[in-house]
């Protein structure tokens, strides 16, 4: 059976055309703007402007969900059962555990402002596919973004066993395929829906990957067991302490020399981008991304264990890494993006 992702046709198009051209309009015109009052007032709060920022950033992010939902529930009991229809003869494989018990942090956040979260149902997962692609404005329709990651951050080296926390539906797990066809690759997520979704895009593309339904702060699997250690947009939904055992879990099942390499966000050092990006984090539903641009992340991986940990930023419109550690020019209203990295010591 094939699993197939509704796409917006007709009013569905039109008005989600609407919403991302508001988001288009918050994003540039009255960005820009703010920026210019910004420099002459130094404080946000002070800006006539920002309320309706605020309301467009939140509200527009509602409506786009909201019209998904309606778009794909009429839909949600062929697309279960499309789901539950496991692939003939795959290359991969799907473990999902009915035992594994969702943490709190996870289920009582509906972040990025999905209703039901991307696990609470199977319709979910197709929501948060479709919606992660438009909400990139066009920008990621190929999953460039991803694929610019794996080709710009992750230094060249002899990966057998790599693992992608938070995987999600794949779509940042399956380049790792591409650029290391030899490698056993893995993709762990809390959500089944997801991971059923990862599974049948994998098959249909024809890449290897096993995907387990675990958590990222307690994989199970055995000590030494991974060349690099992954995740995409997972550590700034995670709650401090969490984070820290994810880490730790990172650093036990990596060997000697192996390498984390993640891709999230930080603070730019620019205070303007830096206070809309403190308002992003309420105004989205995210409640733990404040704690990650408070602390030191360099420290936080050496206290941990590692070495050699490094912050850098990440131009996902450019040239992906920036080796030269600088923050790409841009007038836009985007995601400050860096790529952490940090090594397993060697064994002496
Ligand atoms: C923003 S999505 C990113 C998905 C994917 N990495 C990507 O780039 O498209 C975050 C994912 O992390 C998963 N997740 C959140 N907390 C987790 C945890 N503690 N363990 C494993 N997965 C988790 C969520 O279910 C979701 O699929």
Not at 40 to 65: C, D, H, I, V
Not at 218 to 239: C, K, N, Q, R, Y
Not at 253 to 261: C, K, S
Not at 304 to 324: N, Q
Request: contains cysteine; glycine residues 8%; aromatic residues 10%.
């Amino acid at each position: 059976m094939t699993v197939q992702t509704p796409a917006p046709a007709g009013e569905d198009r039109a008005y989600l055309d609407f919403v991302l051209g508001l988001k288009q309009y918050f994003a540039t015109t009255l960005y820009a703007k703010l920026h210019d009052q910004y420099d002459a007032a130094g404080s946000l709060n002070e800006l006539p402007a920002y309320p309706l920022f605020e309301w467009l950033e939140r509200n527009t992010q509602k409506m786009m969900w909201r019209r998904l939902e309606a778009m794909v529930r009429p839909h949600a009991p062929a697309l279960e059962a499309s789901l539950d229809a496991l692939p003939l003869n795959p290359l991969g494989s799907l473990h999902l555990d009915p035992n594994l018990e969702l943490p709190e942090y996870y289920t009582e956040t509906e972040f990025h402002i999905q209703p039901g979260g991307v696990w609470s149902g199977a319709a979910n997962t197709f929501v948060y596919e479709v919606g992660a692609k438009i909400v990139m404005l066009g920008q990621n329709d190929d999953y460039r973004f991803h694929r610019l990651f794996v080709e710009t951050a992750i230094p060249p080296g002899d990966y057998g066993d790599i693992l992608d926390l938070g995987c999600g539906f794949g779509k940042s797990t399956r380049p790792f395929v591409d650029a290391f066809p030899g490698a056993r690759v893995v993709g762990i997520d809390l959500s089944a829906p997801n991971l059923k979704l990862a599974h049948h895009q994998a098959e249909r593309l024809h890449k290897r990957i096993a995907f387990y339904q675990r958590k990222a702060e307690a994989t199970g699997f055995p000590d030494a067991a991974f060349d690099l250690v992954t995740a995409t947009m997972l550590i700034h939904e995670l709650p401090m302490p969490v984070l820290r055992q994810v880490l730790q879990e990172a650093l036990r099942v990596l060997r000697p020399g192996g390498l984390l390499a993640v891709l999230d966000f930080a603070r730019t050092g620019d205070a303007f981008h830096d206070a809309v990006m403190d308002g992003h984090g309420p105004r989205n539903n995210e409640p733990y991304m404040a704690h990650l641009f408070k602390i030191d992340v360099p420290r936080l991986l050496t206290d941990v264990g590692f070495v050699a940990a490094e912050v850098l930023p990440f131009d996902e419109r450019g040239g992906g890494l920036r080796e030269d550690c600088t923050w790409p020019a841009r007038s836009d209203w985007h995601f400050p993006w860096v790529v952490i990295r940090a090594t397993k010591r060697e064994a002496a």
